[in-house]
């Protein structure tokens, strides 16, 4: 530690250390370095019974408050803190470590007399009938938890899997204190796996592990959409009964969950009151404190043994392998094993979630909150946000501006839906490998570039709605609302989200075609002397398939300096064919800047 104090010439360093039983630090990692008074706490370096160790050059070990944050954080999830002077001769301790137990392996031979003749599930049940390859089942399962390896069975209708996995999984829990997730295909065994086998299994072992049902944020109730959507109906002297029926079951459920409904809601209906990613305010919902989604997360933070399906297992993985690492919760609290049942459709599953979707429905969905009409009567953010917004900043009709945006987006959206509809023939699925025609392929991506400006253009219009709402309303529940609709549609995700499309289809056919627009927006850009219009900034944006940041820039010659900054910034970073286009233009006006500004910018 001392000598990469000294290589970093006496600033922070940040190291992550091994412990052994005793609480002794016996292995040192270099992780980072920072300056004198902060360095980054890089997580992928640490793990559950590590310890950090930072200095602080001043010699004052006093944690600050971004050390005490940091360091409460990591306890949470067993990683010690620790602060030392740049000789290391002082320690000051703000969190132990958190010393991992020895595992205490299974004595598979008494948990598999479990469900033997004369066990405890023999003695339970009346009608008991040996099975020699569900003990069997169990032994090989058994044997894979102390080995720390992998097992794979297959097994026929009657043989009790269920019982087989669950056995040694709660013995294993409850033994080493490790969560276990078991993962399934279907709510019908979801529910047979809580409802029945868990407790059957937990009788049997007499154990009190605690077990969990976790489900997907669409199957609970969103108190904030119930209560806008009948403050709507409110406005229209409508009355919907299901909706009347949900409400009234909101004030006496506990779980908000939808299979718990006493009558049947069908999926228009419920979409309209079910919780969503999206739509989740966080702090600032005023139903936090009742909020069904943070219930379940709470419940399944203090279970041993976890259920859920294999698209939400996907989505966590998802999210670990994006840099929440493995030792804190993401969409599931952390875990150290790991069954699969119903693994014949684990492929399906994943497929379904790593893959970039997109569809007429769901950008429906949310351009649905940005504003829509009903009866004449516009609803949405575009009404909420207009009195927040300093009209000194901008005066503008912000409903019709959205409602012309939205409307834009909406009918390309419907146009490349057809055309996509129209290139599947008798076939319902239609698979691109690369070999795909010409002409198909000229069909899908353009409309599919069209697409993708027109929302460019609409979140740009978001986001100078947002710029002009002042600082102090920019925390109320509807501008943070706005803010995720725009995070939701940044240019880079949409570059990601149409670049994905776009290359499983080859656009490496399109470079001619790219070539060719650069070309014509270079001699276009001659005329810039003339005053702007609003068609021109549009061909233009289209022309160069720019951020709308640039349209400024582009059409308003007296103002190149003061934007160029700002637009290199804005420049989508993966599109080759943009930032061509912008070498040329600059070269074609003579600035010099763009060889300042790549260098500057590392772009």
């Known amino acids: 530690i001392r000598a990469a104090i000294r290589e970093a010439n006496g600033q922070e360093v940040l190291c992550v250390g091994k412990v052994d039983a005793d609480g002794i630090v016996v292995g040192i990692t270099i992780a980072a370095r920072g300056h004198d008074t902060a360095v980054p706490a890089l997580r992928p370096h640490m793990e559950k019974g590590d310890v950090v160790i930072h200095n602080h050059p001043s010699g004052n070990l006093r944690p600050s408050d971004p050390d005490l944050e940091v360091a409460s954080s990591l306890g949470n999830i067993g990683i010690g803190f620790f602060i030392v002077d740049n000789l290391v001769d002082r320690v000051y301790v703000v969190a132990e470590p958190y010393l991992l137990k020895e595992i205490e392996p299974l004595d ?54 269920s ?32 409802e029945k086998d868990i407790p059957l299994a937990l009788k049997l072992l007499g154990s009190t592990v605690k077990a969990a049902l976790v489900k997907g944020r669409g199957n609970y109730l969103y108190l904030r959409k119930l209560a806008e959507t009948r403050e709507e109906d409110s406005l229209f002297s409508e009355v919907d009964e299901d909706l009347k029926a949900i409400a009234e079951w909101s004030e006496t459920t506990r779980s908000g969950s939808r299979s718990e409904l006493p009558q049947f809601v069908g999926d228009r ?24 989604v943070l219930q379940a997360r709470r419940e399944a933070a203090t279970a041993q043994l976890l259920v ?70 516009a609803l949405g953010l575009a009404v909420r946000l207009g009195p927040l917004v300093d009209r000194t900043a901008l005066d503008a009709d912000i409903v019709g501006e959205l409602e012309a945006l939205t409307g834009k987006v909406a009918e390309r959206a419907e146009a490349l839906d057809a055309i996509a509809l129209s290139s599947l ?22 409309p599919m570039a069209e697409l993708h400006d027109a929302l460019i253009i609409l979140i740009a219009y978001v986001e100078k709605i947002l710029e002009a709402i002042p600082e102090e309303s920019l925390d109320t529940p509807d501008a943070y609302e706005a803010r ?34 650069v070309t014509a927006g270079k ?26 940041r640039w349209i400024d ?26 930032a061509v286009a912008l070498k040329e233009f600059f070269h074609a006006h003579h600035l010099d800047a763009y060889d300042l500004l790549a260098a500057q910018y590392q772009t």
């Not at 804005?570 to 943009?578: P, Q």
């Open 308 to 377: 859920v399906n294999h698209h939400l297992l996907f989505s966590d993985l998802s999210v670990r392998i994006s840099g929440a690492g493995f030792e804190s919760t993401a969409v599931l609290p952390p875990f150290q094993r790991l069954i699969f049942d119903e693994a014949h459709n684990m492929e399906r599953s994943a497929t379904s979630y790593f893959s970039e979707t997109m569809s007429r429905y769901s950008l429906a969905r949310q351009l649905g909150r940005l504003v829509r009409r009903r009866r004449g009567r």
């Open 425 to 446: 023939g008798a076939e319902h699925t239609r698979r691109f490998t690369g070999d795909i025609t010409p002409e198909v392929r000229e069909a899908l991506l353009d």
């Open 269 to 292: 209906v419920w979409s309209k009151v079910a919780a969503e990613a999206d739509g989740c305010l966080a702090q600032r919902c005023r139903f936090r404190e009742r909020c069904f």
């Open 163 to 194: 019982m087989a996995y669950l056995i040694p999984a709660i013995a294993w829990a409850e033994r080493n204190e490790e969560r276990v997730v078991v993962s399934t295909a279907t709510i019908n065994l979801q529910q047979q796996l809580v």
């Open 108 to 161: 598979v031979d008494e948990i598999s007399a479990t469900l033997g003749p004369g066990g405890a599930l023999s003695r339970l049940m009346d009608s008991y009938e040996a099975r020699d390859s569900q003990v069997g089942l169990l032994e090989a399962i058994g044997e894979a938890f102390n080995e720390d390896s992998i097992c794979v069975a297959e097994a026929g209708t009657g043989v009790g899997k």
């Open 553 to 578: 820039f582009l059409t308003d010659s007296g103002n190149h300096m003061v934007n160029m900054e700002n637009g290199f910034r804005a420049l989508e970073r993966d599109r080759l064919a943009r």
């Open 484 to 517: 995720i609709v725009r995070e939701r549609h940044t240019p880079d995700v949409l570059a990601h989200r149409f670049g994905s499309a776009a290359s499983v289809t080859n656009r490496v056919g399109h470079r001619a075609a790219a070539k060719t627009r």
């Open 523 to 548: 001699n276009a850009s001659v005329a810039l002397d003339a005053p702007p219009s609003v068609d021109r900034e549009k061909a233009v944006a289209a022309e160069h398939r720019f951020h709308p």
